[in-house]
């Protein structure tokens, strides 16, 4: 498959499971190593990246999880200051605060900073999840099934966030079996069958989806 | 009205500071919390360690005090006294002394009067009793002939041994296979304590690279997000590494501070009795032996700790 996302655009990535879709943002994030082809992130070659530089790009792509993945240890600001602060040792603490509290204010947590994860519901978790994927400002932001563990309302809200954030000039990809976000936000859709793409839809131009058409 | 910017450098030192204290924060702080957490499955690395460099430290003083007393025994052992017969005449000793100082093989010579005989037979257990039983010196004259090589010492028995100023009847003082026995016991002693100590070190390693492997695992989630946040490798790894190096550095100290009581014990004791049977254990060298104990087990620690993460941690 050939594929670039550019800045600024949300792209949905579909597919049946068992299509591909976790296995491309793995890729992407160089949790696994291409036996052949290329993966260019932002300059990087992550397909040819040394073990001990995979840091360097996984600093320019945030990650958001269907099960959110935060520190139980840590508050939801913690949470959010580690990524800054492991990511760039330079950040005070001062400033890792000042900054995750300002990522969490962007995602409607302002006044939960304090809270631990089992203190917050779903929804609450996987924006702190977002908040923290994004507070150090990566030119690249994955999502894997975002929404699967979300209700509705909470899975809308999720995507007027991810919405805003590609609207700042980062580029989205979100990988989701939600079809009915996915129509209705009429985004660029790439399809996966069987690990090939199968079908790249431009925003505003969805139509029927692919994989739905052949199943 | 175009606002005007104004970016000033951050201070360096600022910087330098940060950057410490999210190290410390990170690596060394994180390592001792984890260290506490996790004491329960630490504690047979702990102790296996412990036990390990306790052994080392006593047996390498064991090893130096044997070193030391076969140095002194190859010392003894290529001193040769050739004894005088009493009816010797100046010139026959004159003539022998000569023949052995030529020698290339000999480094000195020195004459032992019988007087002087007497006087250093006081000095060794048992003898003083031979003196006083009789009114006479029953110490013969001798000429005290060290050797440059130890091995050369039966060559120049040999030599000497039917000269006309010699004592016909016990000629030298060498006894023949003496010194290599004294070799070989020491030998064999060394290669018990070494083999000893490789496989107890053996055990010690292979039971702190588990104990950390199960830290490794109990932390995998943790580990994961830190992984996946952009976290560098030395971040990931360094705390267990740290971890690692709590353990031995502890077990260090424990050991190191019992040997050094051993040998303080031993030294304040027997001061006498000690000297004799472990020549060269000073307070000095027992300080020296807990330091090396101490690096030993911070090394260890944190060298089997680097192994299992090497193992068991992926990037």
């Known amino acids: 498959m050939h594929l670039a996302l550019q800045p600024g ?12 879709k976790t296995t491309l943002l793995k890729l992407i994030n160089r949790e696994i190593r291409p036996t052949r082809g290329e993966v260019w992130v932002d300059g990087i070659a992550a397909h040819a990246l040394k073990a001990s530089r995979v840091a360097d790009l996984r600093r320019r792509v945030g990650v958001v999880f269907q099960d959110y993945k935060l520190l139980p240890r840590l508050t939801a600001m913690e949470n959010v200051a580690l990524a800054l602060q492991v990511g760039d040792l330079r950040v005070s603490d001062q400033e890792a605060s000042e900054r995750a509290l300002d990522a969490l204010d962007a995602v409607g947590l302002g006044d939960r900073g304090g809270a631990f994860p089992h203190q917050l519901s779903g929804g609450q978790q996987q924006r702190v999840a977002l908040a923290r994927a994004v507070a150090a400002q990566p ?12 209700d509705l309302e909470t899975s809308w809200e999720m995507m007027d966030l991810f919405g805003d954030i590609a609207a700042f000039g980062t580029a989205v990809l979100i990988a989701t079996h939600n079809v009915e976000i996915v129509k209705r936000l009429q985004r660029r859709v790439i399809t996966l069958v069987h690990g090939r793409l199968v079908r790249d839809q431009p925003a505003g131009q969805t139509g029927r989806l692919a994989w739905l058409a052949s199943s | 009205m175009a606002g005007i910017v104004v970016k000033g450098r951050f201070p360096r030192r600022r910087i330098v500071q940060t950057v410490a204290v999210n190290v410390f924060r990170y690596l060394f702080r994180g390592a001792a ?7 329960g499955s630490t504690a047979p690395a702990l102790g296996s360690m412990t036990l390990l460099l306790l052994l080392s430290g006593l047996i390498g003083l064991s090893g130096l005090a044997l070193y030391n007393l076969e140095k002194v025994e190859a010392g003894q052992a290529s001193l040769l006294h050739v004894y005088i017969k009493d009816g010797a005449t100046t010139t026959d000793v004159d003539v022998l002394w000569d023949r052995l100082a030529r020698d290339p093989r000999v480094a000195t010579v020195y004459y032992t009067t019988k007087a002087e005989a007497l006087k250093r037979a006081q000095h060794i257990p048992g003898l003083p009793q031979i003196a006083s039983a009789t009114d006479a010196n029953p110490f013969p004259a001798s000429l005290d002939v060290q050797a440059k090589n130890i091995d050369d010492v039966a060559a120049i028995d040999t030599m000497v041994r039917n000269d006309i100023a010699v004592d016909p009847a016990y000629p030298t003082s060498y006894d023949q296979g003496a010194y290599q026995r004294i ?8 290669v018990a304590g070494l083999a000893f100590l490789v496989l107890l070190g053996f055990v010690a390693v292979t039971v702190t690279m588990n104990s950390i492997r199960a830290a490794i695992h109990s932390r995998r989630d943790e580990v994961t997000i830190m992984q996946l946040v952009g976290a560098p490798r030395w971040m990931v790894r360094g705390p267990f590494v740290v971890e690692g190096a709590i353990t031995g550095g502890l077990a260090g100290a424990a050991a190191g501070l019992v040997t050094f009581a051993l040998a303080m014990t031993g030294i304040t004791a027997g001061a006498a009795t000690f000297a004799q049977f472990a020549p060269g254990i000073t307070v000095a060298v027992a300080a020296i032996a807990a330091t090396i104990v101490l690096a030993a087990g911070l090394g260890l620690g944190s060298g089997s700790s680097l192994i299992s993460v090497r193992r068991h941690l992926e990037s």
């Open chain 2, 183 to 190: 070799q070989a016991v020491l030998f064999g002693v060394g």
């Open chain 1, 139 to 150: 030119p690249l932001l994955i999502a894997d099934e975002p929404t699967g563990n979300l």
């Open chain 2, 33 to 39: 919390r984890n260290w506490f957490r996790n004491m």
């Open chain 1, 9 to 20: 655009e949300l792209t949905f990535l579909v597919g049946p499971s068992g299509a591909g």
